[in-house]
Each structure stands twice: as structure tokens, then as C-alpha cells.
């Protein structure tokens, strides 16, 4: 099977004229970043020796907003991924950026550059909970930018934020029902931290702002991966990617911050999932074996971190042994048998009888 990719390129949005209250950008006068062509191309060349051939390969610039980069520096950047694109070196280039900096000649440019995917960094869709987090735009903002998008024929990346100030589960579900109704090419969840250096230190220390937990984040996380996935939405990401400093105790002040954190929202459905099949089916599972037939991608996420969702069913439902093994079966089934019986799952129905029952859709 072929490979995918990602050249990542962090392009600092020195001078970022909005005060995000996560975020720790600093500000220096000018739409600027120190990133320059001549940077941009060594990291597609050092990236490029490192893969190998016959797969996908997407060039991405992260880390800022992008189009709200002085449009020559934009161009300047982009002139190199488009060279390789051209030559058949790489085949996609992405970007992220923020709603409010998307018109039709940025698009325009954008095209002439052949970027393929634009992501909007937008949060959430509650007008007050942008306006409580500082992001200076509406949600009419990310409305308009995401149709003009779509219109030039970009693939369309949606980023959500959980925990924001002001934000509830309610809301969060709210986003990103509105965000399937835009139906994105892709989607991130991240569940807000508090990082040093931000306005939300200030308010967390003050004790203004007080951090969605570890269990709150999943739990509500799960509901949100079920909605995208029963929408046939891929979600690319759930929670900051770990680095050197994205970690508890060091730029990490507090927030439901772990490096495994999507694995546990997989491993989290799971337990729901089953747990909900065991109850409504009235399933005697007292002294019983329990046999888990599998695609090879579902087996950890079944058996959970450390075993936990194993341990977790023998202990509440008295099973005797529990065994997960790997089948040909496709990644939305399993397949169960408890002593005689059998059944073959189907875990997208499972879930959205499951989001049904419990009133979320
Ligand atoms: S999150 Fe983006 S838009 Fe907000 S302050 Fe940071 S760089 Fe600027």
C-alpha cells in the first residue's frame, strides 16, 4: 500500500496582529516570519531522502496563519512546493490559516500556487466563546470563508477547540454539527491547554479559567469522533501533537494534555460501544469467554491502553477470559462470540443507535 507523507514546514507568524488567549505567539510588529525559500526548500530535500518511493507526499506549512502573511512572502514560499509539484516530486500542498483571512485574491493566489488544502483554524461557532477566547472573528466569518473555499475547489480542513472559555459540551457538540454541515475534507480537535506565556495562564492562575478535565475531554471527545465518523468525516487529529515542549510541566501548565490522547478517545468508543451492546441486548456474560474477531487497526483500541478496557469488562461484567484476534474483517465491524453465540457488528450503526439513545443526535 502506498505511503502518505507530510513534509511539515512551521512557518512562525511573527507579529500576528490577534490575541488569542491560548496562545503564546509573541508579537513583534510586521506580517512577517523568518522563514525563507531557501529554508523551505532544504527541509523538502532532507524530507524527500528519507521516503520512499511510491508514495503520496504533501508539502504543509503550519504553525501561524498563513494568508495573513504578506502576500510576496506567501508567494516567495510557495514558489517551492509548487516547483516539486510541477516536477512530480511531491503531490500536495496544504496549509492552515485563519477564517478571517480568506478572500477571493488570496484564493486566487493560492490557486496559482496549486495548494490543494486549506485548513481553518476555527475553534468553535459560538460567537461568544470566539469572542471569549479573543480570535477577532465571528462565526459568519468562518461561514463565508469556508463556501469560498469550497467554491474555488480547495479541500476544506476544519480545526476545532474544546474547553475554550465560555465553551460547554453543549456547544462543542453544537460546533461540530455545524462543521459536518460543511462537510469538510478533514477535520482536528484539540482540547484546549493552558500554556505558559498566554492571557489563559493569567486567568488559570487567577482562578478565572479553569481547564476541561482529562476525563471531561475524552468523554466528550468520543462523542465527537462518533458524530464525525458516522458522517464519514475523517478527523486527522485529537489533541496537540507532543514535542519537547508540548509537555505536561513544561510549556503545558494544565489542560487535558497526553501524548497517547487519540488512542484513548478510540479505546474510550470502544468500552462505550460494547458496553452499550452488552445492556441493550440483556447479554448473560456472568463466567462467559469473550472472543473479539478484528481488523488489525481495531485490536488496540479494543483492548485499550495497558489492557484497560479488558480488565474493565471482566471486572464489571464477570466475563472468565476475554481474547481479541486479528481478522480479515473490514475496520467498521467485529465480530463477537460469547460461548455460542455470534453476532458480526456493525460499529457505525452501534454508534449512531448509541448517540440516538442518548439523545445526541
Ligand atoms: S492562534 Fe493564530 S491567530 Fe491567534 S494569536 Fe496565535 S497566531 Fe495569532
Redesign the pocket.
Known sequence: MSRHYIIPIFVP?YG?????V????KKITGLSTNVTSIDVKNIIEEHLMTFKSDSTIEVAFY???FT?IDINIQKELLAIPHEYKISGRIDGIRLST?PDSIDENILKNLKDYSVDTIEL?V?SLDDFVLYKS???HTSEDVYKAAELIKEFGFNLGLQMMIGLPGDTGEKAIDTCKKFIRLSPYCVRIYPTLVIKDTYLEKQFLTGDYFPITFEESIALCSILLMLYSINNIDVIRIGLQPTENIQLGKDVVAGPFHPAFRQIVESNIFRLLLEYYFNINNMDTNNKNLIIDSNSKNISPISGQKSSNIKYFIDRYGFNRIKIYTKEIDINHIGITIDEFYDKINMKLLMISYLKDNSII
Open positions: 507568524h500576528c496582529p490577534h490575541d488569542c491560548f496562545c503564546n505567539q504553525g501561524g496563519s495573513a485563519r483554524g475553534q479573543g480570535r477577532g
